[in-house]
């Protein structure tokens, strides 16, 4: 027991004074630590000193380049100034200089025309002296002259007056004849050339239209099955079609009649259509009839895409391209309105190349020009086709050029390009060609008349002939009534007459004869 006390406080004294080593050990081991870091602190104080110093003095080193940087950017700036300053400078000088000039010159010349003014105001006085000597010298010879004639101032006037219009008269329509003579000349020249080498160019075919078409047939049998019982199948047809079926006493054929041929071609295909299927009742028929209407469409728009291409023309709206496919099925005077507006596209592109006007928009006016007359309703009929056409070209965005040309081809509106008198003239030619168009006798035969009383309203006129179709005018006059110089002046009066009166396709000529004859009889 006692050593057992012994050795825990043997084992107490022993941890005590271990601990009490320790502390000293670890207070020895602090002093030294310590030590250490300010020595340490030291060396990092004198280095960071020693640093501080250097990063000074590069920066001022810096500075003192950027100062001198500045300092010749600076000196340039000043070098610039005082450079402008000096030009300017110089300049101004310059102009001082040139001003003084100036002046200079502006004080001589305006000594010269101070002196110029005194010489023009001394001519001025001098000439008023001699226009009042002259008026009183005028004056003193007019009243000798009327006592020599017997006859006032006034008098005399007047009848110097009377005598100069006269002959100023005479002399004035010899020139207006001649210089009228020498231009038709020169104008018809050149346009006989451009019109001859324009149809010499183009050459199309004529076929006159009718209002009926005759559908053959390969038996009169088949006349039976078309008019069906109690004729309900006739009945059908001409419902479905709006054409007028004639069947009479001609051998295989039957007759349509109708004065739209679109109508009139879609009757005769759904007949041949009937006959060559063989089943031929009301429902087919309307089958039929739709059908055909449809391919007729289909090909109007076709024959209009064709004809485009054919003549060169881009750009045209769809429905101005189906109302040219309906022309084929349109005729004008039994002329057939497509082949007519080929041929009116052609000599126009053809007569503005050789105007040097612009080919492409003249076809292109040329080929429209007639579209009013394949109106789609019955509104449209009371519209005159040129209007009509002008309104569609409008609507469906055709040049201003064209649209001027379709609405005035027939003098409606006012002609606003050189294109419109083109299409004029290119549609008179197209529809003159011999046997292109019928004309009724009626109407051809008063124009003739018409031509004819209008020379006879005239004073002098003894006779007066249209020949040439109508194309010329001769007149024959009495020559005690008229002289050679009113022979000439009433051709031109006859001329305008015409044109102010009446209308008439081309142009006519007026030719005044005046004979003079002398005759005796040797017996």
């Known amino acids: 027991m006692d050593n057992t006390i012994v050795i825990l406080v043997a084992a107490v004294v022993g941890l005590a004074i271990g601990f009490i080593i320790a502390k000293m050990i670890e207070k020895g081991k602090a002093a030294k630590t310590i030590s250490s870091a300010k020595r340490e602190a030291t060396n990092v104080l004198k280095e960071a000193k020693k640093e501080g110093e250097n990063i000074k003095k590069d920066k001022i080193f810096q500075a003192k380049e950027k100062f001198l940087e500045l300092k010749a950017e600076h000196e340039k700036v000043i070098i610039n100034k005082d450079k402008k300053i000096a030009e300017a400078e110089k300049r101004t000088r310059d102009k001082e200089s040139q001003i003084?000039?100036?002046?200079?010159?502006?004080?001589?010349?305006?000594?010269?025309?101070?002196?110029?003014?005194?010489?023009?105001?001394?001519?001025?006085?001098?000439?008023?002296?001699?226009?009042?000597?002259?008026?009183?010298?005028?004056?003193?010879?007019?009243?000798q002259l009327e006592v020599i004639s017997g006859l006032s101032a006034e008098d005399a006037k007047s009848q110097l007056l009377e005598s100069l219009k006269e002959t100023a008269k005479t002399d004035a329509m010899a020139y207006l004849q001649s210089t009228l003579e020498e231009t038709k000349l020169t104008a018809q020249q050149e346009a006989r050339k451009i019109v001859i080498n324009t149809i010499q160019r183009i050459g199309t075919e004529e076929a006159v239209e009718n209002?009926?078409?005759?559908?053959?047939?390969?038996?009169?049998?088949?006349?039976?099955?078309?008019?069906?019982?109690?004729?309900?199948?006739?009945?059908?047809?001409?419902?479905?079609?709006?054409?007028?079926?004639?069947?009479?006493?001609?051998?295989?054929?039957?007759?349509?009649?109708?004065?739209?041929?679109?109508?009139?071609?879609?009757?005769?295909?759904?007949?041949?259509?009937?006959?060559?299927?063989?089943?031929?009742?009301?429902?087919?028929?309307?089958?039929?009839?739709?059908?055909?209407?449809?391919?007729?469409?289909?090909?109007?728009?076709?024959?209009?895409?064709?004809?485009?291409?054919d003549l060169g023309i881009h750009g045209l709206h769809p429905e101005l391209i189906k109302a040219v496919g309906r022309m084929k099925y349109r005729s004008s005077y039994g002329q057939n309105l497509l082949q007519h507006s080929r041929e009116v596209a052609k000599l126009c592109g053809v007569m503005a190349a050789e105007l040097g006007l612009n080919p492409k928009i003249a076809k292109r006016a040329g080929l429209l020009h007639d579209i009013g007359k394949v109106p789609n309703t019955e509104v449209e009929v009371e519209t005159p086709h040129a209007i009509l056409g002008m309104q569609w070209a409008q609507k469906f965005g055709e040049n201003k050029e064209v649209c001027n040309a379709i609405g005035a081809h027939h003098d409606e509106i006012e002609m606003n390009t050189l294109i419109s008198p083109i299409v004029q003239v290119c549609d008179a030619i197209s529809g003159a060609r011999p046997g292109a168009r019928r004309q009724v006798l009626d109407s051809y035969i008063q124009r003739l008349k018409d031509l004819e009383d209008i020379a006879f309203g005239f004073s002098g006129v003894q006779k007066a002939y249209a020949i040439q179709a109508g194309r010329e005018l001769r007149v024959i006059?009495?020559?005690?009534?008229?002289?050679?110089?009113?022979?000439?002046?009433?051709?031109?009066?006859?001329?305008?007459?015409?044109q102010t009166d009446m209308t008439y396709p081309g142009q006519v000529k007026v030719t005044v004869i005046r004979e003079t004859r002398s005759v005796n009889v040797a017996k």
């Not at 305006?110 to 002296?129: A, F, M, P, S």
């Not at 739709?290 to 004809?307: M, V």
């Not at 009495?478 to 015409?498: H, M, P, Y």
């Open 477 to 498: 006059v009495e020559s005690e009534k008229v002289s050679d110089d009113k022979a000439a002046e009433l051709s031109f009066e006859i001329s305008q007459k015409i």
């Open 100 to 143: 003084s000039n100036e002046l200079a010159k502006n004080k001589k010349l305006n000594d010269q025309l101070q002196e110029q003014i005194k010489e023009v105001t001394y001519k001025g006085e001098i000439l008023d002296k001699k226009q009042s000597e002259t008026e009183k010298l005028h004056k003193s010879q007019v009243q």
């Open 211 to 309: 209002c009926v078409s005759v559908f053959n047939l390969e038996s009169d049998d088949v006349k039976g099955r078309i008019i069906g019982r109690e004729g309900r199948n006739i009945r059908a047809i001409e419902s479905a079609t709006g054409v007028e079926i004639i069947v009479d006493d001609t051998p295989e054929a039957i007759i349509l009649s109708c004065f739209d041929s679109v109508r009139r071609e879609v009757a005769r295909l759904s007949l041949h259509r009937l006959v060559t299927d063989g089943r031929i009742h009301p429902a087919r028929i309307e089958e039929i009839v739709k059908k055909t209407e449809k391919q007729i469409n289909e090909e109007i728009a076709e024959i209009g895409k064709r004809t485009v291409i």
